[in-house]
C-alpha cells in the first residue's frame, strides 16, 4: 500500500472547493511563501512542536530542543508530563484515507462535495497523491486538488482525468516579486496553469492577498488578466491576508517573517475584489 506523508485530515470542510469535504492536508512544500499560515506543512517530514503555554519548565525533555530537524520520536511526546509537545506529521496509506472518504459518502452526494488534495503542496508527493485521486475514481469519489503549480508537469497532467476542479494558487504576477515572496519565480507555475488550460480542466484561481506585500494595482490587475487569457479559469477567488500563523511559528521555535498583524478591513477587502473584477468578466468571489 502507498503511504504518503500528512500533516492532517480534516473532516466536513466546506473551503476547500464545492460542498462538504474530506480535505487531506500533505507535508512538504518546495516554495517559502513569506505568509504562509501552515508552517509545519513545509518540510516533508514529522516535526517536533513545542506549545510553551503548556510547559512547566519541570526538565524532564533535557536536551529536546536542541533537536534542530527530523526525525523526532514518539518518546519525546510521551515523556512530557504537561503534553507541552507534540508531533506534526504522521504516514497514511491512500486505501486508508478513502475509507475515512467512504464514512462520508451520503454527505458528499448531499452537498456535491468529496475529497480534496491540500498542502503543503500535492506534486510535491506526486505518485501518493496519482495513486489516491485513482482510487477515489474507482469508487465514485469527487476530488479536487489544491496547488502552488510548482512542480512536475507531466504528473500535473497525468492528474487531469481524476481531478474536478484544480483549486490553483496565483500568489504574485511578477517574477522576481514571487521570487522574492516564495523563494522561486512563477515561470513553471504559469506554464503548468497555460496546461491544464491547454487540456480543459476546470481551474478555480485562489489569490492570496497579503496587504504591503502583494495587494498592488499592478497584481490586482495582473489577476484579471490572467483570468481573461485563460478560458477554463472559472472563478476567482480572494484569499485575504490573516495572521494567525504566529502561533505556529512558536511552536517550530521559528521566527515569523515581518507582516501586518491584523486582518485587512472587509471594506479593503472588497476594494481589492472591485479592482480585479473591474477588468475581467469572470467571477470574482470572496470566499
Known amino acids: 500500500m502507498m503511504e504518503g506523508n500528512l500533516l492532517k485530515l480534516e ?17 512538504g512544500c518546495p516554495l517559502r511563501c513569506r505568509w504562509c499560515h501552515t508552517p509545519e506543512s513545509q518540510h516533508p517530514e514529522p516535526e517536533l512542536l513545542y ?19 527530523p526525525p523526532v520520536s514518539q518518546t519525546d511526546v510521551e515523556n512530557c508530563p504537561a503534553g507541552a509537545l507534540k508531533i506534526a506529521g504522521f504516514r497514511m496509506s491512500a486505501e486508508t ?13 448531499e452537498s456535491g462535495g468529496g ?18 485521486l485513482r482510487l477515489a475514481a474507482e469508487r465514485g469519489i469527487r ?18 482525468p481524476y481531478v474536478e476542479w484544480f483549486l490553483f494558487d496565483w500568489k504574485e504576477t511578477d517574477p522576481e516579486l514571487h521570487r522574492r515572496f516564495t523563494g522561486e519565480d512563477n515561470r513553471l507555475i504559469l506554464r503548468n496553469l497555460n496546461l491544464l488550460n491547454r487540456e480543459g480542466a476546470s481551474i478555480i484561481l485562489r489569490c492570496p492577498l497579503i496587504p504591503g506585500v ?16 485563460l478560458d477554463h479559469v472559472k472563478e476567482i477567488h480572494i484569499e485575504p491576508y ?18 501586518p498583524k491584523e486582518f485587512p478591513p472587509p471594506a479593503v ?5 472591485r479592482q480585479i473584477a473591474e477588468f475581467t468578466a469572470k467571477p470574482v468571489i470572496i470566499p
Not at 143 to 160: M, R
Open 11 to 27: 473532516h466536513f470542510a466546506s473551503h476547500d472547493g464545492p460542498g462538504i469535504r474530506l480535505v487531506v492536508f500533505l507535508k
Open 97 to 109: 484515507i478513502i475509507a475515512e472518504a467512504e464514512k462520508e459518502r451520503i454527505f458528499f452526494e
Open 214 to 229: 502583494n495587494a498592488r494595482p499592478d497584481h490586482l490587475k495582473g489577476i484579471a488578466r490572467l483570468a481573461e487569457q
Open 242 to 259: 490573516h495572521p494567525l500563523a504566529a502561533g505556529h511559528y512558536r511552536q517550530l521555535r521559528r521566527e515569523m517573517p515581518s507582516l
Open 115 to 132: 475529497l480534496t488534495i491540500s498542502g503543503g503542496e500535492p506534486l510535491f508527493q506526486k505518485e501518493f497523491c496519482f495513486s489516491l
Open 269 to 273: 477587502v472588497e476594494a481589492w475584489r
Open 143 to 160: 476530488c479536487c486538488v489544491e496547488t502552488s503549480g510548482f512542480g512536475d508537469p507531466d504528473a500535473l497532467k497525468s492528474w487531469i
Open 51 to 69: 506549545q510553551q503555554e503548556k510547559c512547566l519548565h519541570c526538565g524532564v525533555c533535557g536536551n529536546i530542543f536542541e533537536k534542530t530537524a
